[in-house]
């Protein structure tokens, strides 16, 4: 059973950063996408960053310029780094592993969120 752990999630001002991480605890030879999805109460979850094994990144416009993906091949895990953090950023994040970046539907592997506040 392959299992995602997000953390670095909390509470943080308008302008402010936070790092989140997802480990993961195999690597999936065909899931080669590991992402950060987004939602907010009564809204769809949405795709935020995605990065593919060999490095090639992938951002929602409302993030670009802000928000970095990257992740450690050996370790097994991906990091968010979000800066300029707005209001709007509020929501709880999912890690998720899986064949298409950006795309709900091709994840085949959920972490359980990490809560992110931003307040004004």
């Known amino acids: 059973q392959v299992q995602l752990v997000e953390s670095g999630g909390g509470s943080v001002q308008a302008g402010g950063s936070l790092r989140l991480a997802c480990a993961v605890s195999a690597y999936i030879y065909s899931a080669n996408c590991m992402a950060w999805f987004r939602q907010a109460p009564g809204k769809e979850r949405e795709a935020v960053a995605g990065?593919?094994?060999?490095?090639?990144?992938y951002y929602d416009d409302s993030v670009k310029g802000r928000f970095t993906i990257s992740r450690d091949n050996a370790k097994n895990t991906v990091y968010l780094q979000m800066n300029s953090l707005k209001p709007e950023d509020t929501a709880m994040y999912y890690c998720?592993?899986?064949?298409?970046?950006?795309?709900?539907?091709?994840?085949?592997?959920w972490g359980q969120g990490t809560q992110v506040t931003v307040s004004s």
């Open positions: 998720a592993l899986g064949s298409v970046c950006m795309m709900v539907a091709r994840m085949r592997y």
């Open positions: 990065i593919t094994d060999g490095g090639r990144t």
